[in-house]
């Protein structure tokens, strides 16, 4: 068993930066595909960004390609979210998920493990 817990969410004005980091219990971390998804109420959640283990691809949606950067240190079982250049449409809970198959996927349907997530309120 897995467990993710997100942290570094908050309130911004549009055009700062946010960072968002996701802790992972577990050894076997660094073999999971880790990935990014949002939330609105009321609305699908949404892929923002995956990562391969160990030190793999990233994918991003093209919502965010340019702006987000996703990180991983196995070391430390953590993935990080570095957002930049935040919009409002940004605004939404943000969770990390694990793939314990290694295959990043913009389907949430596709991971194992979910964290319960993190706002992010980007302010116009």
């Known amino acids: 068993q897995v467990q993710l817990v997100e942290s570094g969410g908050g309130l911004v004005q549009a055009g700062a930066s946010l960072s968002v980091s996701c802790a992972a219990s577990?050894?076997?971390?660094?073999?999971?595909?880790m990935s990014w998804f949002r939330q609105v109420p009321g609305k699908e959640r949404e892929f923002v960004a995956a990562?391969?283990?160990?030190?793999?691809?990233?994918y991003y949606a093209d919502s965010v390609k340019g702006r987000f950067t996703i990180s991983r240190d196995n070391a430390k079982n953590t993935v990080h979210l570095q957002m930049n250049s935040l919009k409002p449409e940004d605004t939404a809970v943000y969770y990390c998920?694990?793939?314990?198959?290694?295959?990043?996927?913009?389907?949430?349907?596709?991971?194992?493990?979910w964290g319960q997530g993190t706002q992010v309120t980007v302010s116009s």
């Open positions: 577990g050894r076997t971390f660094s073999s999971y595909a």
């Open positions: 998920a694990a793939d314990r198959n290694n295959r990043p996927s913009y389907r949430g349907s596709d991971y194992d493990y």
């Open positions: 990562i391969r283990a160990p030190f793999g691809s990233t």
